[in-house]
């Protein structure tokens, strides 16, 4: 059964420094996003991205997030100078045009010294 | 505000009985809602989805029902075992078109005790 992957499964880094996780959607998908969870917290949105664009937002992403879409399978997430509270596992999900259901891939679990 | 809300943080139950979590939700409208499990460490892992207009799915052990005028979903594990041991969290979409993000409640972590 196909799956959304993502890499590094871990990632440790300096205070400042910028990071960036890939994931491979699931190859039919066209809706992809990114979601994070602080550890012992809920799983919150990140971002939403459709044919190429940003399709929604939310305020944790600010201007030091952007996203990616480099080739035809990878999308990623690059965190320009990391902080502290970026510390959580970042999930990237990814869903069909015409299916409600988001697919989850493994998480990156970040760690920000 | 808007918030969802799952009715514990964690259950314990005793093996081969019926597990039920509950998911209340305020100032959403959604048209349809759905029940991931998240094991420790790893993503959330789609369980079943119920439509606005749909009173109850079931799929093997699994039941959920949904409320809208209650604003609520119930999430049935029949014959519970060990293996159910897990998160399980309710996730519903904030608008009714386009390409949503989910927004998920914080999770009932289950235990099953054999």
């Known amino acids: 059964e196909p799956e959304v992957t993502q890499t590094p499964s871990h990632q440790v880094t300096q205070m400042g420094q910028e990071v960036i996780l890939r994931c491979v959607p699931i190859s039919n998908h066209l809706y992809f996003y990114w979601y994070r969870q602080i550890l012992g917290q809920k799983v919150e949105f990140l971002v939403s991205f459709y044919n190429n664009e940003i399709s929604e937002k939310s305020e944790i992403f600010d201007d030091q997030f952007s996203v990616e879409r480099p080739d035809g399978s990878n999308f990623t997430l690059k965190i320009r100078s990391t902080k502290l509270e970026d510390s959580a596992m970042y999930f990237c999900?990814?869903?069909?045009?015409?299916?409600?259901?988001?697919?989850f891939g493994p998480g990156t679990r970040l760690l920000v010294l | 505000s808007q918030k969802i809300e799952q009715n514990s943080e964690a259950l314990n139950i005793q093996e081969g009985k019926t597990a039920t979590l509950t998911c209340n939700y305020t100032?959403?409208?959604?048209?349809?809602l759905q029940w991931y499990r998240q094991d420790p460490g790893r993503g959330p892992v789609f369980l079943l989805l119920i439509r606005e207009n749909e009173k109850e799915k079931r799929k093997e052990r699994l039941k959920v029902t949904f409320d809208t005028t209650l604003k609520q979903s119930l999430f049935h594990i029949t014959a519970s075992q060990p293996a159910d041991s897990a998160t399980y969290l309710c996730?519903?979409?904030?608008?009714?078109?386009?390409?949503?993000?989910?927004?998920f409640g914080k999770g009932t972590r289950l235990s099953v005790i054999a």
């Open positions: 999900a990814s869903r069909t045009a015409d299916q409600e259901t988001q697919y």
């Open positions: 996730a519903l979409e904030r608008r009714r078109s386009g390409n949503t993000p989910l927004v």
């Open positions: 100032n959403y409208s959604p048209a349809y």
